[in-house]
């Protein structure tokens, strides 16, 4: 399979400890991106990379979380100190420069369940 | 602030008539538009998409309609297929971010 790819699927904390979630996005795919989506809404853009640069951030993006693309490949999302508003679906997809129509490639999404 | 506005959360269509979703934007500056599918438990997947220079793009069963004057797209659907059933997300790009605008999104249900 060589889509995007995240894990772990489903993730259960308690309020305060930290969660990492990491993707894996098409070999090819220089651009990466993170995002959120909760019930009734749709996919909110947290911030994305181009190779290792992590070159636009969301408001929505706090200091708690934090995202990392060391070398180009795969990226990890951070969240400290959960909160349960953090309970979301957190999803990456990823794209080849924004040529055409800037179509972006989704993962399946990593579920945050924080109690 | 919404700037990619869905306001039919769901829509109901018998099988093998045409579905309609709609779709309404802000941002003048916005140079594509795509429409996603959701189903449950899977992310978002393509579906079709537009530049803003078009009024029209047709891909087999699909066809986008953009109405630029009015800042208005649609989705048909023609015919439908009970496994067309699924959540649609309009999305946008340009208007000086980075990445896609999404819709809250309509559920589409087919009726058999």
């Known amino acids: 399979d060589t889509g995007v790819s995240q894990n772990p699927r489903h993730k259960i904390t308690k309020r305060g400890q930290n969660v990492t979630f990491r993707c894996d996005p098409i070999?090819?795919?220089?651009?990466l991106y993170w995002y959120r989506q909760t019930l009734g809404q749709g996919p909110e853009f947290l911030t994305y990379?181009?190779?290792?640069?992590?070159?636009?951030k969301s408001r929505l993006l706090s200091d708690r979380f934090s995202a990392e693309r060391p070398k180009g490949s795969f990226s990890t999302l951070e969240i400290q100190r959960t909160e349960q508003g953090d309970s979301a679906m957190y999803l990456c997809a990823s794209s080849y420069v924004t040529t055409g129509s800037g179509e972006l490639f989704f993962g399946e999404g990593s579920r945050l369940t924080v109690l | 602030d919404q700037q990619v506005k869905q306001n039919s959360p769901s829509l109901s269509v018998q099988e093998g008539r045409i579905s309609i979703l709609n779709c309404d934007y802000t941002n003048s500056m916005f140079d594509y538009f795509l429409w996603y599918k959701k189903y449950p438990a899977e992310g978002p997947t393509f579906l079709i998409s537009i530049s803003s220079i078009k009024d029209k793009n047709e891909d087999g069963r699909f066809t986008v309609f953009l109405n630029k004057s009015a800042k208005h797209l649609s989705l048909h659907i023609v015919p439908s297929q009970p496994g067309d059933s699924a959540v649609y997300f309009c999305a946008s790009r340009g208007g000086g971010a980075d990445g896609l605008t999404f819709g809250k999104g309509t559920h589409l249900i087919i009726q058999p």
């Open positions: 070999s090819e795919h220089n651009r």
């Open positions: 990379f181009q190779n290792e640069a992590q070159l636009e």
